[in-house]
């Protein structure tokens, strides 16, 4: 096999916190210097939630505006996706973000539940996030986390309401939602090629199926996404010093599996998606 694997890094996410991992970046200069980081481990997307002072989170539109920048300053070419999770805000300020025009930004197309809540995705937002995105030229990532939100996904883009390629990442290893199973995992692999052949797809495992789903899916030719969002340890005993160290984990093993690391050109590529005016 010799397709190149996108490597994404989600580097913050709503949940960790510094008392989790000292190395989780929360302020947006961290933020910045953690995916330069991830960037030179081979990272080509970077994930991006953003948080107050505090630690707590938000989307303020600001905070998203200075990472861009200070993303697009010291990692030119990288693939810029911001988050529209629920854990950040409610109704439509989940994607005020949005007219900063970011490559890709995440979309749940359904609802599921969480470790402590119900993530609720009512199908009026996503259509209204969706729109958004279409009117800004953004692609979504489509974060699924049940089977029927890939086949949503699908739906929605046959009809014209995802813009861009279609790209849903299988979001494995949540408390209450789907556990990183493998046999699911091939089926979710499958559903992709039967359904809208052609279509790349990533998988993300959370904690410590985190390494485990990144082999998965490096091993059957899709994509993966490595973080501190997802995962603040290296294994039980040892903390993860580093949003980089997690990506050049996962690059270890695309070289176990003689797949190269994409660049942030061939991640473009195979997404679809405009090249930066440098």
Same mark, same amino acid.
């Given at each position: 096999m010799s397709d190149p694997c996108i490597l994404?890094? +989600?580097?913050?996410?709503s949940v960790p916190t510094k008392a989790n991992? !000292?190395?989780?970046?929360i302020t947006?200069?961290?933020?910045?210097?953690?995916?330069?980081?991830?960037?030179?481990?081979?990272?080509?997307?970077?994930?991006a939630h953003v948080r107050n002072d505090d630690e707590t989170p938000t989307s303020d539109p600001e905070k998203f505006a200075l990472l861009k920048e200070g993303i697009e300053k010291h990692c030119p070419g990288m693939i810029i996706q911001f988050s529209t999770g629920g854990r950040s805000g409610a109704g439509k300020a989940?994607?005020?973000? @949005?007219?900063?025009?970011?490559?890709?930004?995440?979309? $749940?197309?359904? $609802?599921?539940?969480? !470790?402590?809540?119900?993530?609720?995705? %009512? %199908?009026? *937002?996503?259509?209204?996030?969706?729109?958004?995105?279409?009117?800004?030229?953004i692609t979504p990532e489509v974060e699924a986390f049940d089977l029927s939100h890939i086949l949503q996904a699908i739906r929605m883009h046959g009809e014209g309401k995802?813009?861009?390629?279609?790209?849903?990442?299988?979001?494995?290893?949540?408390?209450?939602?789907m556990p990183a199973d493998k046999q699911v995992f091939d089926f979710y692999v499958e559903t992709m090629r039967s359904r809208a052949p052609? $279509? %790349?797809?990533?998988?993300?495992?959370?904690?410590?199926?985190? @390494?485990?789903?990144?082999?998965?899916a490096i091993a059957a030719g899709g994509h993966t996404?490595?973080?501190l969002e997802d995962?603040?340890? @290296?294994?039980?005993?040892?903390?993860?010093? $580093?949003?980089? +160290?997690?990506?050049?984990?996962?690059?270890? *093993?695309?070289?176990?599996y003689e797949r190269p690391v994409a660049t942030w050109r061939e991640a473009r590529e195979i997404l679809g998606l405009r090249m930066p005016h440098m």
């Open positions: 994404c890094v +989600a580097i913050t996410g991992n !000292p190395a989780l970046p947006v200069s961290e933020q910045i210097e953690s995916t330069h980081e991830a960037f030179e481990a081979g990272a080509s997307i970077m994930h989940r994607g005020g973000m @949005l007219p900063l025009r970011p490559d890709m930004a995440s979309l $749940s197309v359904g $609802s599921n539940n969480f !470790p402590t809540r119900v993530y609720e995705n %009512p %199908p009026d *937002l996503v259509e209204w996030l969706a729109s958004e995105m279409r009117a800004y030229e995802l813009f861009g390629t279609l790209y849903v990442q299988f979001v494995m290893g949540v408390k209450n939602a052609g $279509s %790349p797809w990533c998988a993300a495992g959370i904690g410590a199926n985190q @390494l485990v789903v990144n082999e998965w996404r490595a973080g995962n603040v340890r @290296l294994d039980r005993d040892t903390l993860a010093p $580093s949003n980089a +160290a997690l990506i050049t984990r996962a690059a270890a *093993l695309c070289e176990k």
